[in-house]
C-alpha cells in the first residue's frame, strides 16, 4: 500500500532477504573478506555468527550472487533441531540427490558419488547451513566428517555455517567440538549497525526504490530509530514498515518523531498482547498477526462490529446530551438558576471529555485494524486480489 502511495518501485523494508538491497556496513565488509578468504581457502569451515536479524542470511544471498555457478555448487540447509542421521538426509536433499528408504549409508554413498562427480566436472562444492544454534553434537559431529570426504589429496566439499551468538559461543567452549574447531579457516561475527549507519541503511534502501525524499524524514527521526532498534537490520526493516504504512494511512508528507513513538508503542503492544493472550475485545482490539498466521473473516467481522457498537454507543451519549439541551448557548431550561446552569455546564464538559476520550480510542482501534489488514495482505503475493 505505501509504495503505491509514496511513489516507490517496491517496498523498500521486506523482510525477506533481497540481495538487490544489500548494505554493506563496515561489519558486513569484513565478513565478506573473510568469506573471500575462506572460499580462496577450498576446504574447512567458514563460520559467521550474528544476533537474530543481524543480516546473515541477506549476506549469504549477496554472496551467492557473486559466485560463478560452472565452478561452485552451492547446497543450503537451514536446520531446525535436527540429529545427526537426518542431517545426512537433509544435505543429500539440497543436493538434489534421490536416496532411497532412510539408509543413512546409501545417503553418504551418494553423496560422495555426487561430489566425487563434481570434482571431475571442475566444480567445488560448498555446503551453506543455517540455524546452526540448532543442531546438537551429532549433527555436528556428521558435518565434520563430510568435510572428510576427498579425491585424491583434494577436499571435495567445504562447509559455510550461520548461527546466532549461542552457537559461537557452543564452538569455542564445548569440549566435543575441538575437532570440528581446528578445521574453521574463517570466523566472524556480524555486529550491529551504529547510529551513522542506520541512518545509511535506511537512505540506502529508500533509494534503491526511487525515494525522493517523499516522505521526508523529520529531524531526529533517524537518530531515534537506533535507540528502538539497536541498529539491527531487522528490527530496521520492521519499524520502517510500519511508519511508512502509518504515514500512507495518514496521508503525511514527514515521518516524524512523535509518529515513531506511537509506532513502536503500537509494536510493544502487539508483543504485549501476543505474550499475556488475546483478552477481551474491549480491551484488546486486535490481536498480532505474525508472518504465516491467518486472519480468519470472523475475527475481521468481530473487530469491525467491536468499532460499530463504540460508534452507537457514542451517537447514543451525544443524543442525550443534545435532548438535554446540554451544551447549547441558551439553557434547555430557562428558569434555571445560574447555580444550576454552572453544573449543567460542567456536566457536559465532562461527558465532552469522555467522548473524546472514546472516540481517540475507537481511531486508534480502527487503525490499528486497518494496519494489520494491510500487513496481513502485503505478506502473501496471492492475497494482493482482496
Known sequence: MYEQYYGFEARPFQLTPDP????????????????????GQGEGFIVITGEVGAGKSTLVAHLMERIDPSALTVAQVVTSALDGEELV????????????????????????RFLQDEARAGRRCLLVVDE?????MEALEELR?????????????????????EFRRMLAHHPGLEQLRQRIIAS?????????????????????????D?????????????????????????VMNRLLLLGAIEERDELTLAMLDEVVAEMAADQSRGAHGRGDLRE?????VSAGDSLPAAEVAALLATRDARTAELEAAIGELQAAGIGQ?????PTLSPEEVRLAEARFATELERIEARLEEQEQSFRHVLTMLIEWLEEDPSREAA
Request: hydrophobic share 40%; aromatic share 8%.
Open 132 to 136: 546452526c544454534q540448532n543442531l546438537d
Open 214 to 238: 517523499h516522505p521526508a524524514l523529520g529531524e531526529g527521526l533517524l537518530e531515534a530509530l537506533y535507540r528502538h532498534t539497536q541498529g539491527i537490520p531487522r528490527r530496521v526493516n520492521q
Open 89 to 112: 538426509h537433509v544435505v543429500a536433499q539440497a543436493f538434489g540427490l534421490a536416496v532411497e528408504g532412510h539408509d543413512k549409508a546409501g545417503a553418504l554413498g551418494a553423496i560422495e
Open 20 to 39: 538487490q538491497f544489500y548494505f554493506e556496513s563496515i561489519s558486513h565488509k569484513k565478513a565478506m573478506s573473510y568469506l573471500g578468504y575462506g572460499l
Open 284 to 288: 484488546a482490539p486486535v490481536a498480532p
Open 145 to 165: 566428517m563430510l568435510s572428510n570426504f576427498q579425491l585424491g589429496s583434494h577436499p571435495l566439499m567445504q562447509s559455510l555455517l550461520l548461527g546466532q551468538p
Open 188 to 212: 566472524h561475527h556480524l555486529e550491529a549497525l551504529d547510529d551513522s549507519e542506520v541512518a545509511e541503511y535506511v537512505r540506502h534502501r529508500l533509494g534503491h526504490v526511487g525515494w525522493r
Open 329 to 333: 448557548r441558551e439553557p434547555a431550561d
